[in-house]
C-alpha cells in the first residue's frame, strides 16, 4: 500500500511560473524525502527534511513539513522546461522508503 | 565515481520464462534495494540487502521472485515463471548506511516486459 499521496496527479504550468506539489501519509515519520523522475527511469533524490523541520530550501525547491497535518509540500520557484518530471514523495520507516503515487508535472515554454 | 548500473536496460521475454535482472550498487554502499514500477504508478518496495544480515523479503510478490546479493557488491533479481503482470520497470538502489533516512541512489532500471 502507498504510505504517500501526492496531489494533484498532474500538473502542466508555464516556463516561469511556480509549481506546489502535495504529498500526504499516514504514519508517524523520522524524516519525508522528495524525488524526481525523469521518463519512467532511475530517481533522483531532491531533498530531506527532518520530523523536526518545518521548512527546508535547496536552490529553488523549497520544502514544508507539517507533522500534525502529515502532509508535506514540494514547491519549485521559477519552472523551467527542464523540470518535467514526476515528483514522488518518500517516507522512512525501518529499512525501507515507501514511495507516494506521484505528481506529473509539465512545464510549458 | 560511477552510479548505481543495472542490465540488461530493457528485457523482452515469453510468459512462463525465467528472467535474472542485475544491480551493480555504487562501491560502499551496504545497503541496496529493489523496487517495481508498473506502468504510471509509485515505487513498490521489493527486498532490501544490508551488509551481510538477513534481507528484508517482505516485500516480494510471490514465491516467484527471489534475490541475491554477495557481500556488499552485485544483486540479481530473479522472477520465476514470468506472467504478463510482471512487466514493469525493476529499479535499484543502494545507499551507503542502513538508516532509513539516507538519500538512496537510483540505477536507470531494467524495463521488462512479458509477452
Known amino acids: 500500500s502507498q504510505q504517500g499521496e501526492e496531489d494533484p496527479q498532474a500538473l502542466s504550468i508555464q516556463e516561469g511560473e511556480n509549481a506546489t506539489m502535495n504529498c500526504s501519509y499516514k504514519?508517524?515519520?523520522?524524516?519525508l524525502q522528495w524525488y524526481r523522475q525523469n521518463s519512467g527511469r532511475g530517481l533522483v533524490h531532491l531533498i530531506l527534511?527532518?520530523?523536526?523541520?518545518r521548512e527546508k530550501h535547496s536552490g529553488r525547491l523549497r520544502v514544508t513539513l507539517d507533522t500534525s497535518k502529515k502532509s508535506s509540500s514540494l514547491l519549485i520557484t521559477a519552472s523551467r522546461a527542464a523540470d518535467t518530471a514526476s515528483y514522488f514523495c518518500?517516507?522512512?520507516?525501518?529499512?525501507?522508503?515507501?514511495f507516494g503515487t506521484g505528481t506529473q508535472l509539465k512545464v510549458e515554454l | 565515481g560511477a552510479g548505481v548500473s543495472q542490465s540488461p536496460s530493457n528485457k523482452v521475454t515469453e510468459k512462463g520464462k525465467d528472467v535474472e535482472l542485475r544491480c551493480d550498487p555504487i562501491?560502499?554502499?551496504?545497503?541496496l534495494y529493489w523496487y517495481r514500477q508498473r506502468l504510471g504508478q509509485g515505487l513498490e518496495f521489493l527486498i532490501y540487502?544490508?551488509?551481510?544480515?538477513?534481507?528484508?523479503k517482505s516485500g516480494l510478490p510471490s514465491d516467484r521472485f527471489s534475490a541475491e546479493r554477495t557481500g556488499e557488491s552485485v544483486s540479481t533479481l530473479t522472477i520465476q515463471r514470468t506472467q504478463q503482470e510482471d512487466s514493469a520497470v525493476y529499479l535499484c538502489?543502494?545507499?551507503?548506511?542502513?538508516?532509513?533516512?539516507?538519500?538512496?541512489?537510483f540505477g536507470p532500471g531494467t524495463r521488462l516486459t512479458v509477452l
Open positions: 562501491s560502499g554502499h551496504t545497503a
Open positions: 538502489a543502494s545507499s551507503p548506511r542502513s538508516l532509513t533516512g539516507n538519500e538512496q541512489f
Open positions: 527534511i527532518r520530523s523536526n523541520e
Open positions: 504514519t508517524s515519520i523520522n524524516n
Open positions: 518518500a517516507t522512512g520507516g525501518g529499512n525501507k522508503l515507501t
Open positions: 540487502f544490508q551488509g551481510n544480515s538477513a534481507p528484508d
